[in-house]
Nanobody
Framework: QVQIKESGGGLVQTGGSLRLSCTTSINFSPTNWYRQTPGKQRELVGS???????KYADSVKGRFTISRDNAKNTVYLQMDSLKPEDTAVYYCNGYTYWGQGTQVTVSS
């Protein structure tokens, strides 16, 4: 059974940092990070493929960094210079599989 699990969410002040982890039972390529706030569509934050190449949404470019450790089947989302508008539930995705999400709250 394919499993995806996010961790690392929490409450942080504006300008702070958090690192989310996504641990999976298989290595997906690409592995994607999405986020969603109530009443809005899920938004693609960024993606990473097996070679380590990444893509980011314009809203997070220069502040967020995605990396992966293939040996640990883990993908990371390093979030720096966080803003209140980054507040959302963050989801990890590979193919048709989704994690349960982890809440990130940025206080002003």
């Amino acid at each position: 059974q394919v499993q995806i699990k996010e961790s690392g969410g929490g409450l942080v002040q504006t300008g702070g940092s958090l690192r989310l982890s996504c641990t999976t039972s298989i290595n997906f390529s690409p592995t994607n990070w999405y986020r969603q706030t109530p009443g809005k569509q899920r938004e693609l934050v960024g993606s990473i493929i097996r070679t380590g190449d990444t893509k980011y949404a314009d809203s997070v470019k220069g502040r967020f960094t995605i990396s992966r450790d293939n040996a640990k089947n883990t993908v990371y989302l390093q979030m720096d210079s966080l803003k209140p508008e980054d507040t959302a539930v963050y989801y990890c995705n590979g193919y048709t599989y989704w994690g349960q999400g982890t809440q990130v709250t940025v206080s002003s």
